[in-house]
């Protein structure tokens, strides 16, 4: 079975802090990806990464940056935490990028005060 | 861009019952995808489809890839208290370029009474 692993399922962190969320997958994949998901919005890509050192945005890259040293492990930079990144914070993983379904983590439930 | 409608919103049905959930999309989808979230958990792959027409099952579950290929339809039967949760379609247009994003539909909520 697929394995990905989000290093919290909860944090608290203050505005203007610096907040790496970090995720691990076990299974060799290409692909990693972060989402956010927000009641009534459903689930929006933020970054996504198809190899290492390789990243391309998602649909609200504002406020994140990503970092990729290695194939197994995805981190998300909240570079300057605010008040509307309090989210729920979801990694995935794949093996191709077409064709192939994407693996979620448990998730990170982020709250920034 | 591309939009998915997945009905209905949310369903409250008695243990052993058979439900019922679809999504109907703009456009057309290569892949069609069935996700479950439970509380506080990360979404969980049901069931993949790939090919229109298609009807796959996994247990109680099963899933079809509608043939315009713009819908995907989602049973469940003699519910359990289990299956409680929200369950998501996503699709995909595999036709390369920006295409590998995901379109996910907004869930269906189910809670079943004992």
């Known amino acids: 079975d697929v394995k990905v692993t989000q290093s919290s399922r909860y944090l608290v962190k203050r505005t203007g802090e610096k907040v790496f969320l970090e995720c691990v997958q076990d299974?060799?994949?290409?692909?990693m990806f972060w989402y956010r998901q927000d009641p009534g919005l459903g689930l929006r890509l933020i970054y996504f990464?198809?190899?290492?050192?390789?990243?391309e945005k998602g649909d609200i890259p504002e406020g994140y940056s990503v970092s990729r040293e290695k194939k197994e492990r995805f981190s998300l930079i909240l570079e300057s935490a605010s008040t509307n990144q309090t989210s729920m914070y979801l990694c995935a993983s794949s093996r191709g990028l077409f064709g192939q379904p994407q693996h979620f983590g448990d998730g990170t439930r982020l709250s920034i005060l | 861009g591309q939009q998915l409608n997945q009905s209905p919103q949310s369903m409250f049905i008695q243990e052993g019952e058979d439900v019922s959930m679809n999504c109907t999309s703009s456009?057309?989808?290569?892949?069609w995808l069935w996700y479950k979230q439970d509380p506080g958990e990360g979404p969980v792959l049901l069931i993949a489809?790939?090919?229109?027409?298609e009807l796959t099952s996994n247990g109680r579950l099963t899933a079809q890839f509608g043939i315009t290929r713009k819908d995907s339809f989602l049973n469940i039967s003699a519910s359990i208290p289990s299956d409680v949760g929200i369950y998501f379609c996503?699709?995909?247009?595999?036709?390369?370029?920006?295409?590998?994003?995901?379109?996910f539909g907004k869930g269906t909520l189910l809670t079943v009474n004992p």
């Open positions: 299974m060799d994949h290409e692909n």
């Open positions: 489809l790939y090919k229109a027409g």
């Open positions: 996503a699709g995909q247009l595999s036709s390369g370029g920006s295409n590998y994003k995901l379109t």
């Open positions: 456009s057309i989808f290569n892949t």
């Open positions: 990464s198809y190899d290492v050192k390789m990243k």
